[in-house]
């Protein structure tokens, strides 16, 4: 059974920086896409950043130039890196998969393209 797990969620202060990792686990896909998403209190999950097996990379408006996303192959994991951060970026943020290539997007993945998530973990910036 597949699973995702992310980890390096925490409290930082506004211009700080953070790296998410999410390791999947237990697929059997040889290519990949992998999305980041968030989630803040009160509002939709939105996503953030995409990577696929073939290296392809897009993001949210919102966090291009301070966020970058990376697949270590060899460990079956993306890291998000997440820096500069703003009190604004605070949210539950999950990992998601599917298996395929991204399709091209250039922006934010969207969620109706994922069929297996992770549980999440919480990112907290303070002003």
């Known amino acids: 059974q597949g699973q995702l797990v992310e980890s390096g969620g925490g409290s930082v202060q506004a211009g700080g920086s953070l790296r998410l990792s999410c390791e999947v686990s237990g697929y059997t896909y040889s290519k990949y896409c992998v999305g980041w998403f968030r989630q803040a209190p009160g509002k939709e999950r939105e996503g953030v950043a995409r990577i696929d097996t073939a290296g392809s990379t897009s993001y949210a408006n919102s966090v291009k130039g301070r966020f970058t996303v990376s697949l270590d192959s060899a460990k079956n994991t993306v890291h998000l890196q997440m820096n500069n951060l703003k009190p604004e970026d605070t949210a539950i943020y999950y990992c998601?998969?599917?298996?395929?290539?991204?399709?091209?997007?250039?922006?934010?993945?969207?969620?109706?393209?994922?069929?297996?998530w992770g549980r999440g973990t919480q990112v907290a910036v303070a002003s």
């Open positions: 998601a998969a599917e298996g395929d290539l991204c399709m091209g997007w250039i922006e934010a993945p969207p969620l109706s393209f994922f069929g297996h």
